[in-house]
């Protein structure tokens, strides 16, 4: 990595005398300039007199600690990148640095070689980002999201993917079964610096521990019986981008092990294999345990979890969702509709009434799996309650017997349909998009409420 206009210059940020010029002599063999800063508060002046590519910076310093350097550089100067040098036990501080615009943290002792890697990242954003201005780039649009909420735990949900996203951290993405968690997963490398790069699924659970050691490290050829060619594992296939690990809690402790190296040293070896490979693949690991409790029960390495959980996104469940039943259904309609050239002219009121009582033990995958059923099965033009699997049925008109004064369909959808103008601004055509329906069914169902 060079600059073909100028020298790359880092400024080190830390009260070790020791640590700042052992930093800077390494920086300068890589052919790049260092500054140095022994504390906070020179660090912020110093940026607001020379440009530089990157800042590395040390937590813990005696005037002016390095949050609030960075708080205050970050409000001054968001696009330069700020990477967090910290102990173990700050580790919290630092995550909370990165979840409001930090690049990424190291943790003390460096890995020079992570380092190395972290800073080149940061560097070539910078310059990408200086390019875009001297070109006076528009902003690219932000990739729409494939995520369908408009509830409140979904909105918190959709701004820590913002937050979290464009960084390099490792993410523990967290919830029941069929909440989505490989939805957020493919969102969280939509909206990365590494969206162009490869989004690399494995599931942990599908695989004997034989062969999930194979997919993700690869094997030599002859390794084992029918390794009759070289193969590259997950990790290296995913360079350059993402490689999300679901269901990470039912690896067995030996293959965490091996896990643990790869988040530690960024390197492997393939089965049967002597030669160490790097890798600089992003990952996201998934779970439907709850690993702290996997951890004292002693079925989950607690070093490896810890690497994993630096930034955690817990999904929902779809009973914690309110209003987002009634998007998903008509979203799912939609969809098995055109996929099975069958033609949906509406839901019945009591087949929705049924849809927004049931609890989804099974979440949006158990919803998505009755809604396509639904639509196979039915024999004319509308989704009834009878098309519904009977479990769904059941229980369904059991929590209707059970709630008191229940509200009506039509005060659900009320509901629901002055909620998205609201938050819309009396905009009808974007809250006809976000409910599901065109534009000529919003103005009828505004006038059979009498609110035009």
Known sequence: MSSEERQVTILVVDDEQVHRYMLCSMFKEWGWKCIEADDGRTAVEAVEKFVYDAVLMDVRMARMDGMEAFNRIHAAHP???VIIMTAYSSVDAAVEAIKHGAHDYLTKPLDFDRLRLTLERAVDRRQVEEKKRERKKVTPTPTPSAIIGNSPPMQELLEMISYVAPT??????????????ELVAAELHQNSERSDGPFVRVNCAALAESLLESEL???EKGAFTGAD???????VQAAGGTLFLDEIGETSQAMQVKMLRVLQEHELQRVGGEETIRTDARIIAATNRDLEEEVRAGNF???????LNVVTVDVPPL????EDVMLLVNHFVRKFSEKNRRVVAGITPECMELLTAYHWPGNVRELENAIE???ILMRGEHLTEKNLPLPIQKQGQKVQEETAQPASLQEVEKDLILKTLAETGGNKSEAARRLGITRKTLQNKLHKYDEL
Do not use: C, M, Q, W
């Open 79 to 81: 696009a330069l990148p």
């Open 168 to 181: 390099e951290a490792t993410v523990l993405i967290t919830g029941e079964s069929g909440t989505g968690k």
């Open 217 to 219: 490290f690869g094997h």
């Open 229 to 235: 060619r070289l193969r590259e594992g997950k990790f």
């Open 301 to 307: 390495r607690e070093d490896l979890y810890y690497r």
């Open 319 to 322: 009973r914690e969702r309110g």
């Open 373 to 375: 059923r639904g639509v």
